[in-house]
C-alpha cells in the first residue's frame, strides 16, 4: 500500500546532529515532492522542509535555515533531513508527507520522535 | 503568510454544524488545505484547492473561501469527527499552518 516510513529520531543533545530518514512504497517516488512538518509536544504543526520530485529544489524553513539540510535518494525511495547545532526548540514529532494535489499533503508518515536534551 | 485559525477550540454536540475558520495576513489564490489530526496520530488531509474534498472523505465536510477568509464546515458533527483541524496556505513559501482547532464533546 502507499505508505511513508520515518526512522532516525532519538534523544540527543543540544549542539549534536542527527539524520532522520523517510522512505516510501507503494507509489512512484521520483515523481512526488517530499515535505518535513514537525509538531512539538502539544504543539501545533510547523512546516520544516519540502525537495522537489527531482531534487531539483528545496525550501528550508527560516527557523532551521543553516542548521537543516533536505536531500533525497530516488533509487532508495528515501528522503533525508539531516539536523545539525540541535536545539531544546526542535523537539517535536517530525513526518514526512507526500506533495499531493495541489502541493497539500495527501500522504504522511507516522513520524519520529526527536528529543534534544542534556 | 501568518494565519489565524478560530476558534482555538470549540464544544459541540453529535449532529451540530461547526464552523472553522482561517484568515490569512494577505491574500491567497486557491493553494488552501484543511488537516484532522487525531491524538497519537498523523495528520490527514480532508480538503484541497479551498473547496475539493479529498477522496475517501465524508461529504459532510465542506470548505469555502477566498482572499483571505477561509471556512471549513461540518453538516453534522459525528462521533468520529472530535479532533484538532488545522488550516494551511500553499501559495507562498513558506507553507505555513494554522494554530489548530480542537473540536471537543460538549
Known amino acids: 500500500q502507499v505508505q511513508l516510513v520515518e526512522s532516525g529520531g532519538g534523544v540527543v543533545q543540544p549542539g549534536r546532529s542527527l539524520r532522520l530518514s523517510c522512505t516510501a512504497s507503494?507509489?512512484?517516488?521520483?515523481?512526488?515532492?517530499i515535505h518535513w512538518v514537525r509538531q512539538a509536544p502539544g504543539k501545533g504543526l510547523e512546516w520544516v522542509a519540502v525537495?522537489?520530485?527531482?531534487?531539483?529544489?528545496?525550501y528550508i524553513a527560516d527557523s532551521v535555515k543553516g542548521r537543516f539540510t533536505i536531500s533525497r535518494d530516488n533509487p532508495k525511495n528515501t528522503v533525508y533531513l539531516q539536523m545539525s547545532s540541535l536545539r531544546a526548540e526542535d523537539t517535536a514529532m517530525y513526518y514526512c508527507?507526500?506533495?499531493?494535489?495541489?502541493?497539500?499533503?495527501?500522504?504522511w508518515g507516522q513520524g519520529t520522535m526527536v528529543t534534544v536534551s542534556p | 503568510i501568518q494565519l489565524t485559525q478560530s476558534p482555538a477550540s470549540l464544544s459541540a454536540s453529535v449532529g451540530d454544524r461547526v464552523t472553522i475558520t482561517c484568515r490569512a495576513s494577505?491574500?491567497?489564490?486557491?493553494?488552501f488545505a484543511w488537516y484532522q489530526q487525531k491524538p497519537g496520530k498523523a495528520p490527514k488531509l480532508l480538503i484541497y484547492?479551498?473547496?475539493t474534498l479529498q477522496g475517501g472523505v465524508p461529504s459532510r465536510f465542506s470548505g469555502s473561501g477566498s482572499g483571505a477568509n477561509f471556512t471549513l464546515t461540518i453538516s453534522s458533527l459525528q462521533p468520529e469527527d472530535f479532533a484538532s483541524y488545522f488550516c494551511?496556505?500553499?501559495?507562498?513559501?513558506?507553507?505555513?499552518f494554522g494554530q489548530g482547532t480542537k473540536v471537543e464533546i460538549k
Open positions: 507503494g507509489f512512484p517516488f521520483s515523481s512526488y515532492g
Open positions: 494551511q496556505q500553499l501559495d507562498y513559501h513558506p507553507w505555513t
Open positions: 525537495i522537489w520530485y527531482d531534487g531539483s529544489n528545496e
Open positions: 494577505q491574500g491567497i489564490d486557491t493553494f
Open positions: 484547492d479551498v473547496s
Open positions: 508527507a507526500r506533495e499531493g494535489p495541489s502541493s497539500a499533503h495527501d500522504i
